[in-house]
């Protein structure tokens, strides 16, 4: 019988200095902090944007200001090939490079993978056809 509780006193006694290397490890040197510090950094960056109401609101109006301004490209470029004399390209020119810039924006921001382009709106087309002269916004 004496063996037995000697063992089961070793046993004890392992299992708590066990538990004491543990503690002083996670609370004296910050081990629970480094272990978790990378899913916690990226857990508060998913809640600052994908769960951030505001931040979905940014991104799904910055589809629709995107291809607004490619529709008030497209009429400065009709408007200007109407107005001025046919010699007077420079300003048709400039116009539609800013079209193509736009267009060119609009479409890498849809195709990215991360958390913009999840808040686009549906009704918004995937790409915008760079040679098709009236973009449509909502269908």
């Known amino acids: 019988m004496k063996g037995f509780v000697a063992i ?5 006694g392992f ?4 538990l004491l290397f543990y503690f002083v490890g996670v609370y004296v040197f910050g081990g629970a902090e480094q272990a978790t510090a990378n899913y916690r950094g ?11 109401g505001d931040y979905r609101i940014a991104q799904y109006n910055h589809f629709y200001e995107l291809c ?3 529709q008030t490209l ?14 007077w390209k420079v300003n048709v020119v400039a116009l539609e490079n800013q079209r193509s810039a736009a ?3 609009y479409n890498a921001d849809a195709s990215k993978a991360g958390p ?12 915008i ?7 449509q916004c909502a269908s």
């Open 15 to 18: 299992i708590l200095l066990c």
């Open 129 to 135: 056809d760079i040679n098709q002269e009236n973009t």
């Open 68 to 70: 607004g301004s490619i």
């Open 74 to 87: 497209e009429d400065q470029i009709r408007t200007t090939k109407e107005a001025q004399p046919p010699h």
């Open 8 to 12: 089961a006193a070793g046993i004890a």
């Open 42 to 52: 990226q857990t508060d960056a998913r809640n600052k944007t994908v769960a951030n």
């Open 116 to 127: 913009a382009a999840q808040f686009k709106a549906s009704d918004l087309p995937d790409q």
């Open 103 to 105: 267009i060119r924006q």
